[in-house]
């Protein structure tokens, strides 16, 4: 054990974990570009499920390919997130955690779905309108909506 130190949550001793489910290809890709490799290493376990799921939700072998490719690419350039996954503010996380109704359907939502929310609601830049577009995303959430 290295430094006796565990975590809870996984009871392998910290520094001992592996990455598993880092797919094949992309840990070859990765390998094969250390630059791409060190940025990954230094992302978050949310990062890196985002980058993973965006190339996983690829229908064909061409666009996965490409798809991997593009991940270096971006890492490479400093990017810590796939073009498509936006990150969700504080402010959202709030408002959707204390609307259940809301926070199920954005879990149900694709990352698509959520970038639309998203780019919606970011759309405007003064506070007041940002934040009457949160509720009003949250209701329309809550009512089944799937887009703004």
Not at 93 to 104: E, S, V
Not at 109 to 124: A, G, K, Q
Request: proline letters at 7%.
């Amino acid at each position: 054990m290295r430094g006796g130190i565990m975590n809870k949550m996984n009871p392998k001793p910290a520094g001992e974990e592996s990455e598993p489910g880092v797919p094949t290809d992309l840990r070859q890709a990765l390998a094969a570009d250390p630059v791409s490799k060190a940025k990954w290493s230094a992302l978050t376990p949310i990062a890196r499920r985002d980058f993973m799921s965006w190339i996983d939700s690829a229908k064909q072998a061409v666009t996965r390919k490409s798809r991997i490719e593009k991940a270096c690419s971006m890492l490479a350039a400093g990017k810590r997130r796939p073009c498509c996954y936006s990150i969700v503010s504080l402010d959202l996380h709030l408002a959707l955690k204390a609307t259940p109704m809301a926070k199920a359907q954005w879990s149900d939502l694709t990352p698509n779905e959520r970038r639309d929310f998203i780019s919606w609601m970011d759309s405007v830049k003064e506070p007041e309108a940002h934040r009457r577009r949160i509720e009003k995303a949250c209701a329309m959430l809550a009512d089944g909506k799937r887009r703004p």
